[in-house]
T-cell receptor, first 116, second 115 residues
Framework: AQTVTQSQPEMSVQEAETVTLSCTYD???????LFWYKQPPSRQMILVIR??????QNATENRFSVNFQKAAKSFSLKISDSQLGDTAMYFC?????????????FGAGTRLTVKP | GAGVSQSPSNKVTEKGKDVELRCDPI?????LYWYRQRLGQGLEFLIY????????KSGLPSDRFSAERTGESVSTLTIQRTQQEDSAVYLC?????????????FGPGTRLTVL
């Protein structure tokens, strides 16, 4: 079974600075996807960034980038130039590379607060 | 519609009562998913539909939970004889197809409180 661990329940960062959220996972699969989702107080989950395990290059989306270490089973999220609107819960998630994508596993989340 | 919608937004019920939670997926999305999010925890997969059929019901926590989907559109999650441990946010998501390649788009959830 796959498990996803986020070891930082809460983090804070000053506006305009950089913060890194940690995520580790455990799997015997070789092909899979990893995701970071953002959940603001509105509760709506928003996909931030996605990484395919077979791609060595780290994914980037504007101010968001990941450090994917496949051997270490680590998938951290870096947020640069933090903005007040980045305040939210952040969830790391894992999905097998299979025809049916029902098997998405989530970590417990990290609550990020961006301070002015 | 423009996005996934869920109703009601909040539901308070008494222990032992039945509740129905509704999800309207994005128009044209053939796959639909239900998740449960307990306070302070990540999402827990419950069930998914490809079209109107549910190939995988393994995530449903007990036989008090059931779900159906009609017309490859609206889905209803029913919880019978609710218990206090059923209190959670129930999130629905949809995607173009039930495939690893397709992004899941989430609704705002229904917060269920069982007294």
């Amino acid at each position: 079974a796959q498990t996803v661990t986020q070891s930082q329940p809460e983090m804070s960062v000053q506006e305009a600075e950089t913060v890194t959220l940690s995520c580790t996972y455990d799997t015997s699969e070789n092909n899979y996807y990893l995701f970071w989702y953002k959940q603001p107080p509105s509760r709506q989950m928003i996909l931030v960034i996605r990484q395919e395990a077979y791609k060595q290059q780290n994914a980037t989306e504007n101010r968001f980038s990941v450090n994917f270490q496949k051997a270490a089973k680590s998938f951290s999220l870096k947020i640069s130039d933090s903005q007040l609107g980045d305040t939210a819960m952040y969830f790391c998630a894992f999905m097998k590379h299979a025809g049916n994508n029902n098997d998405m596993r989530f970590g417990a989340g990290t609550r990020l607060t961006v301070k002015p | 519609g423009a996005g996934v919608s869920q109703s009601p937004s909040n539901k308070v019920t008494e222990k032992g009562k039945d509740v129905e939670l509704r999800c309207d997926p994005i128009s044209g999305h053939t796959a639909l998913y239900w998740y449960r999010q307990r306070l302070g925890q990540g999402l827990e997969f419950l069930i998914y539909f490809q079209g109107n059929s549910a190939p995988d019901k393994s995530g449903l926590p007990s036989d008090r939970f059931s779900a159906e989907r009609t017309g490859e559109s609206v889905s209803t999650l029913t919880i019978q004889r609710t218990q206090q441990e059923d209190s959670a946010v129930y999130l629905c998501a949809s995607s173009l197809f039930a495939s690893s390649y397709n992004e899941q788009f989430f609704g705002p959830g229904t917060r269920l409180t069982v007294l």
